[in-house]
Each structure stands twice: as structure tokens, then as C-alpha cells.
């Protein structure tokens, strides 16, 4: 008779947590930071047509890191989510914090329900009339929710991004102003950009602040948006390079 | 609330996922439950008139503010012209609530379309989702509850003004110049065939559309012209390159008072 095969509840979250985290660490980081014009979204991302940063309601943006597959399918449910709830009640009573609640929901079941558990973190900013009043949610594959307000990084070396960024002099202090959007361009075009490299390079391991001048083409590998904090209705708004290159100039 | 498989599932329209979801928030009317029995008891309320007209580089559409149950008026404020979306205009006739409901769910079909899919609608995949929309609601235009709206935008690929009309059944079909649709289409549209002509100008058509509500409310009971008197004007939208834009009241108070300017010179000078 064979004995059944039996694995403690803790060793069996632990594999999935250290599948999932490998998973999302292989994705390049996602920057959402607090500016003064709005809140700004990039990444480095090769492609022009596979979006990690996406449009998910008014004054919502989304972005996912890890598998396309996964944070796509997590994306148009989003978008599903909002438009229902838009359409049932009101536009103003869409939120970041109802659908961080249903991501979360919905990751937290996969993690534990499912046979492999997504490879996927998130995030969720909304932005505000005034700067104090943005909000960025972080939702990690495990359906675990933080919030923050400035400056939120998922995804790959996050922690050195977000090192880089308050090198640069964004949001460096708690309570720090926003930036003004050049500024924030600048800084995450500065920190973002060596990424590539890192593998290779230690010298240009992201955080490393190094002085590159926008108009060196940092900005045509980055995907970027912002959310217009003065737009009336939908907010989001898709930088092409071109026009990061005219926003990042003081 | 965990996001259900319907969530997840294949399809960018916004009524296909709602009707899986939540059928309870459409209007029965596109949902293929149109209730059974006669409206007689208690009708509602009818909007009536609305014109387009494309002119030189862009589209005007223009509608009337009253809303009439029988011979009564129902409302000398309502709204029948509205943005579809950034660059698209639709105006409405008819059942006053199923119209406005027609609206909302067209303009949240194109914002979803467009953010499920990346890319919004071409101007003709627009036309046609809301010639379905209408066909949907073909059970209670049989019942006398019809809607049947125009639409108008900017192609970018054509790099031209469009105009589609409809009928209840779904029917879509280009307009060149003008179209009329409503209780006093009739006589809105004679108008506009003497007085529109090509290469007008954004603010001749903005006159234009509006001398056709005019005379539309000169000859129809159910249309209403502007109210002067409580600075209630018609309701204009351009549609051009730059997309959608409401004519601000200062403009439309302006011309209304040229039109009935002129008007009244010719009346004086006549023998």
C-alpha cells in the first residue's frame, strides 16, 4: 500500500509563492509616480503594441508585470468590471479600491485553488484632484493588497528602482512635493533605462544614477503614460517618445 | 467579489458581457424580454426633432428640447444630441427613455471596444454595432416604442464627416448632405434642402441646422423652437478633425437672434 503523498500547508505555499515571485521577477519593472501635471506609468518595453500600461477607466490606469497571457486576461476583466459598474450606477462610483478588492479576490483564489497560481503583480493608479489625493494600489500574485500614494514599483528590482527614483530626487522624503513632470520623466528615464544591461553590467544595475540626457533616446525604448489630473473625463493619455522627449524638457 | 468566468471570457462588446453578467442593468429592450401589453395606459414620453448636416471639413447635428406625451409637453429641457465618442455624434428620436438608455449603452460600447481592444472602432464598425443595437430593440418598436437615432463622424481614414441614418429595424444608411429624422423631419428636412449647399462653412451650418428647427417648430406641434425667453436653445454639436464639440449657448443665442433678424426684416419689407 503506498503511503499518501502528503505536503504541509506551509511548504506547499511556499512553492507556490517562490514559483509565482521567480515568475514576476523576470518582468522589467513598472514605475507609477506622482507628478504635479498627473500620475505617470512606464516601463521599458520593446514592443509598441503589447501594452503593460493600459487605460482602465476615467482617472484609472493599470499596469501588470510577469505573464502577458495573465495580466492581459486580469486587464480586460478590469476593464469589464469598471464598465459594468460604470454603466449599473454611476461613472463617478468606479474606484481603484472596488477593483483592487476584485483583483485581489480573484488572485487570492487562483493562488490557492488553482494548479499553478498567476505569475503576474499589479498595479492600479487613480488619480486625484490634488496630488495628496492619488492613490496606487500594488496587488501581488498571492492577491496580497498595499497601497500607496507616491510612488509605487512592481515588477523586477523593484526595490532598486525605487532607490534609483529617490536618488534622482523623486519623492525622496515622505511628505516631499510632487515633482513637476519633467522632472519625473527625467528620473525614470535615468533609472529605467540601464536596465538591460543589468544582467551584464553590474556598473549599470538599475538605481545606479547616472547622468544621460533625455535627448540620448532613452526615452524610445519606454512605455509610458500619464493620467491628466486636469482632464474633465478620461484622463489617460499614451506618450509616444517623441512627445516624452518635448514633456521632459524644463 | 472574486471576477467570474465571464469576466475572463472571449469578446469585446460591452452589451454581450453585460447580458451575461448583470441583464438586469440594460433596458428590456436589448435584452430580448421586451414585456408583453399595450403602452396606451400610460405612454411615454416622445423626444422628436433632430437634424445633420456635413458642410466643409466637418458635421453639424442639432436637435430640438421638447419631449411631448399626446398633445402635453413632457419637457422643454431635454437633451437628443450627445457625443458617441471623441470624434462621433449621436442624435435621437423618439421613445424618450429607451433613446437616452440607446445612448448610454452606445457610448459605453465604443469606450469598451476601444480599451478591450487597444484601438477604438473604425467609423463604419461604429455605423453598423449601432444599427444592431436598434435591431435589438425592434420587439418594442412593434409596439409602438420606437427609437431610431443618426450618426455622424469624423472618418480619420477618409478624412471626411460621415452621416449614417437608420430605421427601426436597423437599417443603416449613408447620408451625403442632410438628414431629418423625428416628428417634424418632414418639414426640418425642406428646409435644409433649400438651405444647405456644399462648401458652407462650421457657422453657417451651425444657422443652417438651426433655421430647420425653426421651421420645423413652425409646422409641428411636438418640436419646439428656441425659447427665448428662458434661454433655452437648441442643443448643436460640431464633429470635425478635432472631434466632437458642443456649440456654447453665447453662439447659439447669437444666431438665433440673427435668424429672427432676418426673418423679421422680410416680413416688414414684403407688401
Redo the contacts between chains.
Keep these: 500500500m503506498t503511503i499518501p503523498f502528503y505536503v504541509s500547508p506551509e511548504q506547499l505555499t511556499k512553492d507556490r509563492s517562490d514559483f509565482a515571485r521567480a515568475g514576476v521577477a523576470r518582468g522589467r519593472a513598472v514605475v507609477v509616480l506622482s507628478a504635479a501635471e498627473g500620475m505617470v506609468l512606464a516601463t521599458v518595453n520593446p514592443s509598441r503594441?503589447l501594452?503593460k500600461i493600459?487605460?482602465?477607466y476615467d482617472r484609472i490606469a493599470f499596469a501588470g508585470v510577469g505573464k502577458y497571457n495573465e495580466f492581459e486576461?486580469l486587464r480586460?476583466?478590469g476593464?469589464?468590471?469598471a464598465?459594468?459598474r460604470?454603466?449599473?450606477y454611476d461613472r463617478v462610483d468606479v474606484d481603484a479600491r472596488g477593483l483592487a478588492?476584485?483583483?485581489a479576490?480573484?488572485l487570492?483564489?487562483v493562488f490557492t485553488g488553482h494548479p499553478k497560481p498567476f505569475e503576474v503583480e499589479l498595479a492600479l493608479a487613480e488619480v486625484g484632484d490634488v496630488p495628496g489625493a492619488d492613490r496606487v494600489f500594488r496587488i501581488g500574485f498571492d492577491g496580497s493588497v498595499q497601497d500607496g500614494e507616491a510612488l509605487v514599483v512592481i515588477g523586477g528590482h523593484a526595490s532598486e528602482v525605487t532607490a534609483g527614483l529617490h536618488a534622482a530626487g523623486v519623492h525622496a522624503a515622505p511628505d516631499s512635493a510632487p515633482p513637476p513632470l519633467a522632472t519625473a520623466l527625467r528620473a525614470i528615464a535615468n533609472t529605467l533605462v540601464p536596465a538591460p544591461d543589468f544582467a551584464n553590467d553590474d556598473a549599470a544595475a538599475p538605481g545606479t544614477s547616472r547622468s544621460l540626457a533625455p535627448e540620448s533616446g532613452a526615452y524610445s525604448t519606454l512605455e509610458c503614460a500619464l493620467l491628466d489630473r486636469t482632464a474633465t473625463r478620461?484622463s489617460f493619455r499614451r506618450l509616444t517618445s517623441s512627445q516624452m522627449v518635448e514633456l521632459a524638457v524644463e | 467579489m472574486s471576477l467570474a468566468a465571464p469576466y475572463f471570457a472571449d469578446g469585446s462588446s460591452f452589451l454581450d458581457f453585460a447580458k451575461a453578467v448583470a441583464p438586469d442593468v440594460l433596458a428590456a429592450a436589448f435584452t430580448r424580454e421586451a414585456q408583453q401589453g399595450s403602452h396606451d395606459i400610460c405612454p411615454p414620453p416622445t423626444a422628436t426633432t433632430v437634424v445633420a448636416l456635413t458642410y466643409a471639413g466637418g458635421l453639424v447635428m442639432a436637435g430640438d428640447r421638447r419631449a411631448t406625451i399626446g398633445t402635453q409637453i413632457a419637457s422643454r429641457e431635454i437633451e437628443k444630441v450627445y457625443p458617441a465618442d471623441s470624434h462621433s455624434a449621436i442624435a435621437v428620436a423618439g421613445t424618450a427613455g429607451l433613446a437616452i438608455e440607446l445612448v448610454r449603452l452606445f457610448q459605453v460600447e465604443l469606450e469598451h471596444y476601444e480599451k478591450i481592444e487597444g484601438n477604438p472602432l473604425s467609423l463604419d464598425g461604429k455605423a453598423n454595432r449601432l444599427g444592431t443595437l436598434v435591431r435589438g430593440s425592434l420587439g418594442l418598436a412593434m409596439q409602438g416604442l420606437a427609437v431610431v437615432p443618426v450618426f455622424g463622424g469624423w472618418d480619420r481614414s477618409a478624412g471626411a464627416p460621415r452621416i449614417f441614418s437608420y430605421d427601426v429595424t436597423g437599417g443603416r444608411y449613408e447620408e451625403r448632405e442632410f438628414y431629418a429624422v423625428g416628428s417634424g423631419a418632414v418639414f426640418a428636412r425642406g428646409s435644409l434642402k433649400k438651405l444647405w449647399h456644399t462648401g458652407m462653412d462650421a457657422p453657417a451650418a451651425v444657422a443652417t441646422a438651426i433655421a430647420a428647427l425653426i421651421d420645423a417648430a413652425d409646422d409641428d406641434a411636438a418640436t419646439a423652437g428656441p425659447d427665448v425667453g428662458r434661454a433655452i436653445w437648441p442643443v448643436v454639436a460640431e464633429v470635425d478633425r478635432d472631434g466632437y464639440r458642443r456649440v456654447p449657448d453665447p453662439v447659439l443665442a447669437e444666431t438665433v437672434a440673427q435668424i429672427f433678424a432676418e426673418r423679421r426684416t422680410h416680413m416688414v419689407e414684403s407688401p
Excluded: C, I
Aim: charged fraction near 30%; aromatic fraction near 12%.
Design positions: 503594441s501594452h493600459a487605460e482602465l486576461a480586460r476583466a476593464v469589464r468590471y464598465d459594468l460604470g454603466y449599473a478588492g476584485a483583483y479576490e480573484t487570492g483564489e478620461r
